[in-house]
């Protein structure tokens, strides 16, 4: 019998019943939640976090700190998706359908809001140069994120943008009704800025960046995504696509929050 293996309760949020499957912590007190993700029941540091995040490749559990300022996850509402359905889905194709759409629907003066771009959908930014590990950015992130206070999620997910759809996470409905695509366009910002899914709430995303834009050119061409990703963060924030990227320009800390 291994010593290591997943104790029953994280077993079961997997398909395969965790076959294969390891983890070298010891379990805080928690329980799973709407068979979607287990859910610590106190809070845990930014080092909990690091150690869970470092057994992932053994465990198969990706850790989120989760923010519970809004209401208890207990009494949250969480539709699962098949992450083998976020394939079906690319950060390009994601952007493209919300320009258009949004384009179609406004006035010609409210296209002053995505100035420079206007009505032409730039696309994907390119890849950004790596600062730092995308791993310990990650580990920094939830240092910072977890003197909020906050428990701690762990997810059944290959990797941490597939903890959106596996968890059944809502916190964007009000923007796109289906999660899927935007696990899609997290799955793109991994690969091409070493970002790594950290935080999530009711309603935002807390994501770490080990490779951020460093100037302001390029900071505006990854505005213009987050705006296709999150419009509430620029209408009600910075105002406008320029002011924006500004704020993002070699930021390690992507949040995004969601009227």
């Known amino acids: 019998m291994n ?12 398909a395969d019943g965790g076959r294969g499957r390891s983890l070298f912590l010891t379990l805080p007190e928690g329980d799973v939640v709407q068979s979607a993700f287990w859910m610590s029941d106190e809070h845990v540091t930014g080092e909990e976090w690091t150690r869970f995040r470092a057994e992932h490749p053994r465990s198969g559990l990706w850790p989120v700190l989760l923010d519970e300022s809004a209401q208890p996850w207990e009494s949250g509402h969480f539709q699962p998706d098949d992450p083998a359905l976020i394939s079906h889905f690319t950060a390009e194709g994601f952007m493209t359908e919300v320009w258009q759409e949004w384009v179609a629907q406004v006035p010609v003066e409210a296209l002053d809001e995505l100035d420079p771009f206007g009505a032409f959908c730039p696309g994907l930014a390119p890849p950004g ?8 950015v990650a580990d920094w992130c939830a240092g910072e994120l977890a003197k909020r206070g906050t428990p701690l999620g762990l997810a059944a997910a290959t990797r941490g943008a597939d903890a959106l759809a596996v968890m059944g996470w809502q916190g964007a409905l009000h923007h796109n009704e289906w999660m899927v695509p935007l696990a899609a366009v997290v799955r793109s910002w991994e690969e091409r800025f070493g970002a790594r899914v950290v935080g999530m709430g009711f309603n935002t995303l807390d994501l770490s960046v080990a490779g951020p834009p460093t100037d302001l050119g390029h900071a505006l061409h990854v505005a213009a995504e987050h705006w296709a990703f999150c419009p509430d963060n620029i209408v009600q924030g910075a105002g406008d696509l320029k002011g924006y990227a500004e704020q993002i320009v070699d930021s390690h800390h992507w949040s995004f929050w969601w009227d």
């Open 129 to 136: 140069t790596l600062l730092a590990a995308p791993d310990a």
């Open 3 to 14: 010593d290591h293996q997943l104790p029953q309760v994280l077993c079961q949020l997997f």
